[in-house]
């Protein structure tokens, strides 16, 4: 076991943001298996690299993720102060302890970073925990993983372990499974699982910040969210703040390598990064299966950086870089994904149940070439149904994924419909599209 | 006090009452399910919408006020 620093720099330089305070080198995949990674911080090396974990006041906190801007990184990209106060607030109003919730449910096929994550640096991320916990006033203190994660369940159970055994100072944490579905790490099934209900997602009148867990004020958090509130809490010793970098899962030539880069890196050093070689690829799916398709010629300039790409119309969502070689077909792509979205509903709401397979069979048509101009614009029509239509935003990625497609692959859009051959039909699938029950 | 129609959509099971009782608040989509209108509920529609409301067999529908 060796200590390893955090900050990596000269000494002959300004003392900068270490380029990768998460991640020491990139994490591959050689398939679903975690087994490939021995790397682990162990309480003693997490201490030796980071120091003690600071206690500080919850304003002092605030301060902190205000000064920085820190965002959720499960997808959302909210604001961690604005949803911190708000319980915080709550807490106060209602005289009622708060739920803290470490999210690792990584539902999104194509996503490892939080898994990676957990596995490189579990004490860092059980630390932003703490201080979250702390920080809102918080009476229940969970991590969710999904059940078929025994790998990070593990990794989870002995961390916490460790630091029962060190005596740590922090509130005690419970670990909770539920279902590995595509939609459980949802943050409203989340709350809704916790409160003894399944886990699926719920219709919320009030935000689970103020009304969450059998009405306590709830706090969800993405474990890459808390790693780098366990970053920025010691801000004062490392001078990291943990703001400046983004874990993305990068899936090139079908292999998913979790890899830490800069806002000032564009989408073509993150690709490279993430081991993709050779002819650049004609498009990536940014974000996640609910992100969005964006042609190579436009998306390789872009910085990974969440207020350039809303600027652009685009956004990190979980970290996703999926990129598509220039031989494989789009639509087709777009259809196995869309075909998956439809099956992972959880069959709840109306426009979603039904307006999921409506989208997703019309594309399926399109890429036989069994697809007219009149369904093409039914297709136009129940995305406008469907989306913003839902207790969650399942539906809204399904549809923009789809419509981003049709933008993006829109040659082929007219290829298929006339029936002429498209080169990329016999290309094996390059998108992960898991087995729905 | 301003008022706007809301649904649960888990709730809700495309029974479209809401639609024969509020027509010009509620319309419904290609699946039968409903589409409420955004903007705020002067009087008489909020009457329109009580009715809808009360009459939803499923208890989807609901008024959210603020003050």
């Known amino acids: ?437 | 006090m301003s008022a706007r129609l809301g649904v649960d959509p888990v709730a809700c099971e495309g029974v479209g009452m809401c639609a024969h009782l509020a027509p010009e608040l509620v319309r419904l989509d290609s699946w039968g399910y409903p589409i409420l209108t955004a903007r705020e509920l002067d009087g008489r529609d909020e009457r329109r919408a009580g009715q809808a409301v009360t009459g939803c067999p499923r208890r989807a529908l609901f008024l959210d006020r603020r003050g």
């Not at chain 1, 994660?149 to 005690?172: I, K, Q």
């Not at chain 1, 209900?197 to 969210?225: D, I, K, Q, S, Y």
């Not at chain 1, 075909?339 to 036989?368: K, M, T």
Request: contains cysteine.
């Open chain 1, 1 to 437: 076991m060796t200590a390893r620093p955090p900050v990596l720099h000269l000494a002959s330089e300004p003392a900068p943001e270490p380029c990768r305070p998460l991640l020491e080198a990139p994490v591959r995949f050689a398939d679903d298996h975690l087994g490939v990674l021995h790397v682990r911080d162990h309480l003693d090396e997490h201490r030796a690299a980071f120091g003690r974990r600071p206690r500080l006041s919850a304003d002092e906190v605030l301060g902190l993720l205000d000064a920085t801007a820190l965002t959720g990184r499960g997808g959302g990209h909210f604001p961690v102060a604005r949803k911190w106060r708000t319980t915080r607030d709550a807490v106060r109003a209602t005289g009622r302890t708060a739920v803290v919730v470490a999210n690792a449910g990584e539902g999104e096929p194509a996503s490892a970073k939080d898994a990676a994550l957990l596995v490189a640096r579990p004490h860092l991320v059980l630390d932003g925990l703490a201080t979250a916990a702390e920080t809102v006033g918080a009476g229940d203190v969970v991590v969710w993983t999904h059940g078929d994660a025994h790998e990070l369940h593990r990794v989870l159970a002995g961390a916490l372990a460790e630091r029962r055994a060190a005596g740590l100072v922090e509130p005690s944490v419970r670990l909770v499974s539920g279902p590995g579905r595509y939609l459980s790490g949802e943050a409203s099934a989340v709350v809704r699982a916790l409160s003894g209900g399944p886990a699926l997602p719920e219709f919320r009148r009030r935000p689970a910040a103020v009304e969450g867990v059998r009405g306590r004020p709830t706090v969800v958090n993405n474990v890459e969210t808390l790693a780098r509130v366990g970053l920025l809490a010691r801000s004062g010793a490392t001078g990291a703040t943990g703001a400046g970098t983004s874990l993305l899962t990068v899936l090139a030539a079908r292999r998913r390598t979790v890899v830490e880069v800069p806002a000032t890196a564009l989408l073509a050093d993150a690709a490279r990064a993430g081991g993709w070689h050779g002819a650049p690829p004609q498009a990536v799916l940014l974000g996640g299966y609910g992100g969005s398709w964006v042609p190579w010629s436009e998306a390789a300039g872009l910085r990974v950086d969440e207020v350039a790409l809303r600027e652009a119309g685009l956004s990190l969502g979980a970290g996703v870089l999926a990129l598509l070689p220039a031989g494989a077909c789009g639509l087709a792509e777009t259809a196995r994904v869309s075909a998956y979205l439809a099956a992972s509903s959880a069959r709840q709401c109306g426009p979603c149940v039904f307006g999921l397979p409506a989208i997703s069979g019309v594309v399926e048509a399109l890429v036989r070439g069994d697809a007219r101009k009149a369904d093409l614009r039914r297709l136009q029509r129940f995305a406008g149904e469907v989306s913003g239509r839902g207790a969650c935003h399942h539906p809204d990625g399904a549809v923009r994924m789809t419509l981003s497609a049709l933008r993006t692959f829109a040659g082929d859009v007219e290829r298929h419909r006339r029936r002429r051959p498209c080169a990329g039909v016999d290309h094996p699938p390059v998108l992960p599209v898991p087995v729905t029950p």
